[in-house]
């Protein structure tokens, strides 16, 4: 079974710019949360989906936004990038039966904001 | 509201002592607690977790956690530390789907 994947594994953008990260969860999942991982903050919950609902958020500004497909994948916007989101972007998907279930992390997008 | 507290955010042992690495935990209903294990550009990978039942709980690579209810501690040991366990440790509670991490444990072993 194919673990979670997730794109791209590096980025490089600019202050002002928007970027999207993609993640595909274990086939069969159905729940699929992102975290945020800085050296100083540790991880941060952002939001989680399941059934392409969002069923919890955590506290970050509106300009991080994501959604899920019918397929379950599901994707991370960030807008109007600052310096102070470079990070390691974190997507783990979970069977979800329950409410929780435990997590299965990909290898994360490292965000880099010049 | 959940939280967790780890002591501790680095722990060095020599190759064959024991490893204990301290979390505490708080949570307004019966937690589901996990410890989950991260190397160098990796994502972080489950090593156990207590939902309910038996409080103390085996994991992989010879890793165990006992719940302590009247502590609010979910403590992670190993007897025997080896140089592949170096890495970093996250405790997390969960509840409702959503996962609440500590700030994580950076684990030593030294030859």
């Known amino acids: 079974k194919a673990g979670v994947t997730q794109t791209p594994r590096y980025l490089i953008k600019t202050r002002g710019q928007q970027v999207t990260l993609s993640c595909s969860p274990i086939?069969?999942?159905?729940?699929v949360s992102w975290y945020q991982q800085t050296p100083g903050q540790g991880l941060q919950f952002l939001f989680e989906y399941f059934s392409e609902t969002q069923r919890n958020k955590g506290n970050f500004p509106g300009r991080f936004s994501g959604r899920q497909f019918s397929n379950s994948r599901s994707e991370m916007n960030v807008s109007t990038l600052e310096l102070g989101d470079s990070a390691l972007y974190l997507c783990?998907?979970?069977?979800?039966?329950?409410?929780?279930?435990?997590?299965?992390f990909g290898s994360g997008t490292q965000l880099s904001v010049l | 509201a959940q939280s967790v507290t780890q002591l501790g955010s680095h722990v060095s042992v020599s190759e064959g002592a024991l490893v204990l690495l301290r979390c505490n935990y708080s949570s307004s209903v019966p937690p589901y607690l996990f410890w989950y294990v991260q190397y160098p550009n990796q994502g972080l990978q489950l090593l156990l977790k207590?939902?309910?039942?038996?409080?103390l709980v085996k994991g992989i690579n010879g890793f165990e956690a006992e719940f302590k209810k009247s502590e609010t501690s979910f403590h992670l040991t190993k007897p025997s530390a080896h140089m592949s366990d170096a890495a970093e440790y996250f405790c997390a509670v969960s509840n409702a789907g959503k996962s609440t991490f500590g700030d994580g444990t950076t684990l030593t072993v030294k030859p």
């Open positions: 207590y939902t309910t039942g038996a409080t």
């Open positions: 086939s069969g999942h159905r729940s």
């Open positions: 783990a998907s979970s069977g979800g039966r329950g409410t929780n279930e435990k997590l299965f």
